[in-house]
């Protein structure tokens, strides 16, 4: 339990109303009661916030002057708020150990203080440094390390020779470290390209649930420090990813493509290969990116849905494009000599 | 082995033909035989119906007339022969138990009548009610619960105190109750805002391969009664999936959005955050739903593929279409000049 | 050891330089050292080429007058290279038996030479042929079949019925043999179509992490001889794969469809249901393909990236292409009647 005074101080930010309020815990405006502590971080939520029951609201000030409950006024409410979250939530302490069902080669080495969960199998020379959660049914393949208080949530698969950074999250399904999709045609078949990298995560990296980062082919795949992935999404090999990017889910860059820091990727969208793409690089979901990108800033092609009788007439047309266009030249021509002869 | 005649009792059919035919199962067009049921739904497969060896095939009367074996007439030939697929294949029949490998907490609850499978791991409190079947290698983490019959087929992993209703089906390595993708910058790195909701689904929700659920930031994800997700498909955190809405495999729905009852989303579909759509809206494979859909109907803006060098001409001029509109409204000014000069 | 000789009579290349070179492994252009051989293959790593400390290069003719080191000359680089590569990383020998931690049925047919790995789960009546290695965390439905030589990385599913040929890759997460998505409206809600089918999958195929793989309604689903598929890729039910074909990451293939032999797919890209697409078709990243294709070539509806505001502008016009193909016509005839006029 904290005052809602206690809070704010904590947060750097000042009270409205009753400093005294007791809160136990976060939710969300709807559902808050008097024992929680809420938020407003985006108007489309104004109206649960008149309505709330929430025991006091971080928020900022032009929002503060709208409602005559009990607040914390801060420049962003969102980060404040995801602070108080962690702090009535922090992460569940666990117990260290190695579960008796885990399968640990005798040259692994785990620090006294990491946790090994049932049926995890971590094989030769691999690393588990201190405080790391190996939750139910990983797998930790030959040479892996996997740095100081990272968590792999339950059933996450690292191949032979990756390594995990520190602090990391690793959600269940993910796979790091599956060979890279490489091959030859040798003009009958396709000739396998062994797959000689590493994947190697920096700190403070989440990686989303079923996500996959492929080896590199030679040389490794990097994720740098601070980097966000949603689930589903596909990392091929050798590609570099640059501090704190953040991709939603389902987002695919081919081989070879570096992306630089701070990028965010909506949903879906995807980056072809051995393309660099610049700092600071917003793209749109459902975009497919082809060329280099140079400059900071936001990148589209999405398209956005509309009725569909009238996106049969818009496709339609679309595939009329090039005649329409060489009908226009034809009239432009045709305007000019039209013109032309007039003033004659 | 039922009888033809047996088998249009049960489903309200019209025998043409012989009713004492016996059916052992049922197999397709081209691969049946005398002894099996088969059935025609669809144009395409008509000329297959011409070939077939079946004793007997289910159809709608306008394609009894064009067969002239042995034949169930009924109204939707695809829904009666889906009834007859599962009369004869029965869903096989479990032996409840908890296997001698799975991992469960003394203080979880399990049916006598459902069945835990080899290294499933079931944590403290976990509820698994009357003939469930948890397929080998599971993760149920702490407080979840699995309704009556539901099945969770091998290596699915349902995260802390998410629910799933009765008679649902979920299919290997789909993940329900990951971390949603919650992040607030600091003006330098992402903060991870903690995700406290969880996910719960209803009764007779069918989850395929590999699908994400994330669990809500505050408030749950929630799938209604009837509804159907295909593999790959992502549901972001605070989702609303309404009562028997279908989605095909790789869609995603980004977080807060809520889709209606009865909708139906095409492959490889993309739905951006904080939408409403309605009931009965059906989107079409590939397109990207950007604003609210508020009224039932079809969507799209899928993009038919086309021969590469039609297509790259189509682009190129997709290019200059703004450049193009405006050469067009320059051309309507200069025709109603000439048009009124003309006249004067 | 190797020397450079040794390598260029064993691939049938040319040495220029020093044959007596001693080779112990591959690397990368920028990261060989002397004991290493690279190559080139691609014009964007010439200045890596020039850089290098490679003890050796493969490479084209028309590179190997730019360079001054010793070198290999072939006709095709990156396949002698992933030849040498092999030849430098063979598959690490496994040691054959069941771990004890594995869950056999005693029906099962597991041959001596084989491996099956920690906490695998074999069900009653699998067959698993020599040499084949079976990873951590992998189950086999009952009666599946394993072919000789395949390798199941790790977590693989397999269910059941379901047959994989020879020297098969399958990656970790991958699941073969998911229901198929079939269902059928009864007017309220759907009802479960019976997947009846299997998974068959040929020889020499690939699959990469998280891919599903969908049993056939009522026949086979089919993945033929030398397929290569990557990572989060969807198969549906009687979804035909032919030959040699290669499917990039996240691509989806919906039910029923075929494709041709030798066909490539870039990521990302879709095809709906009871499509037939011929041989050695190409078909971009991204494209959605919604007709059958008959002739060999490349296929695309991908739009490109660009910056957003000028995205907003052409996809603003895009809505209004429809009213601006009326406005052409009107245009065309008021320049008729104007011409027309003039010439009088």
Redesign the interface.
């Known amino acids: 339990m904290v005052t809602v005074g206690e809070l704010a101080e904590h947060f750097g930010g000042e009270v409205r109303g009753d400093p005294n309020v007791e809160i136990h815990g976060?939710?969300?405006l709807?559902?808050a009661g008097p024992q929680h502590i809420s938020y407003l971080a985006s108007k489309?939520y104004r109206t649960a916030l008149a309505d709330t029951s929430a025991g006091a609201v971080i928020l900022a000030r032009e929002d503060a002057d709208r409602f005559s409950g009990t607040c914390v006024i801060v420049d962003?409410p969102?980060?404040c708020?995801?602070?108080a979250?962690?702090l009535f939530?922090p992460r569940v302490a666990f117990k260290p150990g190695v579960?008796p069902?885990a399968?640990v080669d005798q040259t692994a080495t785990v620090a006294a203080t990491a946790s090994i969960?049932?049926?995890s199998?971590l094989e030769r020379e691999t690393v588990v440094e201190d405080h790391v959660f190996i939750?139910?049914?990983c797998?930790l393949g030959p040479r892996t390390r996997v740095g100081r208080s990272s968590m792999l949530?339950?059933?996450v698969?690292v191949?032979q020779d990756c390594v995990i950074g520190q602090d990391c999250?690793i959600?269940?399904?993910a796979?790091i470290g599956?060979?890279g999709?490489?091959?030859?045609?040798?003009g009958?078949?396709?000739?396998?390209?062994?797959q000689?990298g590493r994947v190697r995560i920096g700190n403070?990296v989440?990686i989303?649930?079923?996500t996959?980062i492929?080896r590199g082919?030679?040389?490794d795949t990097v994720i740098a420090d601070?980097v966000?992935l949603?689930?589903?999404t596909?990392i091929?090999h050798n590609v570099r990813i640059g501090a704190?990017s953040?991709m939603?889910?389902?987002v695919?860059i081919?081989g070879s493509t570096q992306v630089g820091e701070g990028c965010t990727i909506?949903?879906?969208a995807?980056v072809?290969d051995?393309l660099e793409i610049a700092d600071r690089v917003?793209?749109?979901?459902?975009?497919?990116?082809?060329?280099s990108i140079k400059e900071t800033?936001?990148?589209?092609?999405?398209?956005?849905?509309?009725?569909?009788?009238?996106?049969?007439?818009?496709?339609g047309?679309?595939?009329?494009?090039?005649e329409?266009?060489k009908?226009?030249q034809v009239?432009?021509k045709?305007?000019e000599r039209?013109?032309g002869?007039?003033k004659a």
Chains 1, 2, 3 share one sequence.
Do not use: C
């Open positions: 976060v939710a969300s709807s559902s489309r962003n969102r980060l708020f995801a602070r979250a962690a939530n579960h069902t399968v969960g049932a049926y199998v939750g139910a049914g797998y949530v339950a059933q698969i191949s999250i959600h269940p399904g796979v599956s060979d999709f490489g091959y030859v045609s040798d009958q078949r396709w000739v396998k390209i062994p000689l403070e989440e989303g649930a079923n996959t492929d082919a030679l040389d601070g966000k949603d689930n589903l596909q091929a704190h953040a939603a889910a389902q695919g081919a909506g949903g879906q995807g072809i051995n917003h793209i749109t979901a459902g975009s497919l990116v082809t060329s800033g936001a990148y589209s092609s999405s398209l956005k849905a509309q009725p569909a009788s009238q996106w049969k007439r818009t496709a047309r679309l595939s009329q494009l090039d329409m266009a009908r226009l009239l432009e045709k305007i039209l013109s002869a007039r």
